[in-house]
């Protein structure tokens, strides 16, 4: 369904933000505002910042065919409705390439059947989709954290800036 989603915000007639820029912005200014967090380690602050510097210029030119995308095109956002799954959640739509929404997936399988992604231009993705969803996790800890599967979900996206290639 991602191609026709795809297809069908080509015609969308208005300006789109870049991928994730707002939310990685603000996320890094919440998180140097909010002090220190009985949750995030100094190591793990070190690492957001780190992160945030390493992927700055990809977040400002991502490269790849740049096109209007859903922004946050996960399972959790196709309802099934009588005429079949319905994409929803449309708060993200941004500009960037193909594979920001494939990360944005976390599913190998339908990244390998969509459209022959770019293999660096998706690892890059997912970098910068793991500091977005890092970030808003740590924001929105103080409202949330007591979720189950909370903390494992931040650590994952820790771990994963933790084990990104430079």
Not at 54 to 61: E, I, M
Request: with cysteine; proline share 7%; hydrophobic share 45%.
């Amino acid at each position: 369904m991602l191609p026709d989603l795809h297809a069908a915000l080509r015609t969308y007639p208005g300006e789109l933000p870049l991928v994730a820029g707002h939310d990685i912005r603000r996320g890094m200014e919440l998180l140097a505002a909010s002090g220190e967090r009985e949750f995030l380690s100094a190591a793990e602050v070190d690492l957001l910042h780190a992160s945030a510097e390493r992927l700055a210029p990809f977040l400002a030119a991502p490269g790849g065919d740049v096109r209007p995308l859903h922004g946050d095109a996960h399972p959790g956002n196709l309802v099934a409705t009588r005429a079949g799954l319905v994409w929803i959640d449309f708060e993200d739509v941004c500009r960037g390439p193909m594979e920001w929404d494939l990360a944005s997936m976390m599913d190998a399988g339908a990244e390998v059947r969509h459209l022959d992604p770019d293999p660096e231009l998706l690892a890059r993705c997912r970098q910068l989709r793991a500091l977005q969803v890092a970030l808003a996790l740590t924001t929105f800890y103080d409202d949330f954290g007591d979720t189950e599967g909370w903390d494992p979900g931040l650590r994952h996206f820790l771990t994963t800036l933790a084990t990104s290639p430079a």
